[in-house]
């Protein structure tokens, strides 16, 4: 059954209210009574009302600032203001801050009933606008991953159809895309959802952890190994493991690698026994493996392995539409969790992101939106929150130093890679145990940009 609309009557004079009461329910909606400000500011702490009829002249807090007060605690109500004809101004006022229109008395129930039905019919198409929206937003998300550029909606068509198999599956793009987010959409949606996912940032590790980190070890395999100690394969048992960054692993451990796609059995280190490992291997990079086959740092045949279903990940600058949604997105998700109020993107603003390069992808673009919601202060993100907006991002943009130009340069290539070691390294030309020695020299550390 539709649920009637209600409606809240506010006036000191006895005689209006009751008179508008009989003539409303008589129309079928819901009336209740106010007989001034406070009196219906704490009614309506307690109910919505679709409709507030309000005087705007009462003993006590005015009608103006009754609205103002009512569109704190419920600003989806809409209101009527009931007026004097030498008040309306006043109600003209009123307007301007939000109420929707305004009667003058002495007023007749047609003219009454009339405003009701256009505010109600107003308010209907807001919400279905609302839900328009939301449909709109949901068609343009998949799981956590958001877009409606052709790109990102062809890769949720392949996720679809991917998904349910165990095929391994080689997701490919640059640092910061939302890599991660296609190997956990994947696993989300497959047989194996209600089992690990296990991720393995193998680019952050040297070549001697990774291997026990995947393999785990018998206790007494090296010298500090005091217990036995579960791989990550192991832990991933029954579900989904992500290799991210597959690309910067040894020869050695893609051959290890390469028994375990073939064979699916591991062997800790120290061990002697084979440990049968039932999980989906997902492989993300952001090289071009290819060019590294050909240069002889990643084996053919673990490719070709790993690459049985592709996964591209466009960079953000080729799917520009996608930027507003991802924008707001973020806004609404770091508001939420600094319990802030929700803000918006200033026209400029949202020009400024569309206009930039983006070469830290969509990590880059979450990174920036949380630092405008740090620094500003209006209710909308504006051009001067934008770190790309203004020449005295840094207090070393124009270091005097060696040292402070290579701090400075350090922290600009790591800003652009979204802070990832090992493409930083690369762009840099150093190998990442010396990118890891000069951030510790200047105590670079993530977030101080």
């Not at 059954?1 to 003539?23: F, G, H, N, Q």
């Not at 949901?138 to 679809?160: H, N, R, T, V």
């Not at 051009?383 to 402070?404: G, V, W």
Request: charged share 30%.
């Amino acid at each position: 059954m539709t649920k009637m609309p209600s409606i809240l009557v506010v006036d000191d004079e006895s005689a209006i209210r009751e008179s508008l009461k009989d003539w409303l329910m008589e129309d079928g909606y819901s009336v209740a009574l106010a007989i001034d400000g406070e009196n219906a500011i704490a009614m309506v702490q307690e109910s919505q009302y679709d409709v507030i009829l309000l005087d705007l002249k009462m003993p006590g807090i005015d009608g103006l600032e009754t609205m103002r007060r009512i569109k704190e605690v419920s600003p989806d109500s809409e209101v009527l203001m009931m007026t004097a004809y030498a008040s309306v101004d006043t109600a003209v006022q009123a307007m301007k801050e939000g109420a929707f229109d305004y009667l003058v008395k002495p007023f007749d129930p047609d003219e009454v009933e009339l405003q009701i039905k256009k505010i109600l019919a107003h308010r209907e198409m807001r919400l279905e606008n609302i839900m328009l929206r939301k449909r709109l937003e949901e068609q343009y998300q998949y799981d956590e991953i958001i877009g409606k550029s052709q790109g990102m909606q062809e890769i949720f068509d392949l996720i679809d159809r991917v998904a349910p198999s165990d095929s391994t599956v080689l997701i490919t793009g640059e640092s910061g895309t939302g890599k991660e987010l296609i190997a956990q959409a994947l696993h989300g949606n497959s047989n194996r959802c209600y089992m690990p996912f296990v991720a393995v940032n193998c680019g952050a590790l040297p070549d001697s952890l990774l291997e026990s980190e995947l393999f785990g070890y018998e206790k007494g395999a090296f010298t500090g190994a005091d217990h036995t100690k579960r791989g990550r394969f192991e832990m991933a048992q029954g579900g989904t493991i992500l290799l991210d960054e597959i690309g910067d692993i040894s020869l050695k451990t893609q051959v290890d690698l390469l028994r375990v796609l073939q064979q699916k059995e591991i062997t800790r280190l120290g061990g002697e026994s084979t440990i049968d490992v039932d999980v989906r291997i997902l492989a993300a990079t952001n090289r071009d493996l290819k060019a590294s086959i050909a240069k002889g740092d990643f084996r053919e045949d673990l490719f070709y392995r790993l690459n049985v279903i592709s996964i591209h990940v466009p960079p953000l600058r080729e799917r520009n539409e996608d930027i507003p949604l991802l924008a707001n997105a973020f806004v609404k998700q770091q508001c939420m969790e600094m319990n802030k109020a929700l803000v918006k993107i200033n026209p400029g603003a949202m020009r400024q992101l569309m206009d930039y390069h983006w070469p830290g992808n969509v990590r880059e673009l979450e990174n920036i939106i949380e630092r405008a919601l740090v620094i500003g202060t209006g209710r909308e993100i504006m051009p001067e929150d934008l770190p790309f907006s203004r020449s005295d991002t840094r207090a070393f943009d124009s270091p005097k130093s060696l040292k402070m130009m290579e701090k400075a340069h350090i922290l600009k290539i790591l800003e652009q890679t979204g802070w990832n070691i090992s493409k930083a390294a690369r762009e840099m030309d150093i190998d990442r145990q010396t990118l890891y020695n000069k951030m510790n020299k200047y105590t670079i550390k993530k977030g101080e940009s």
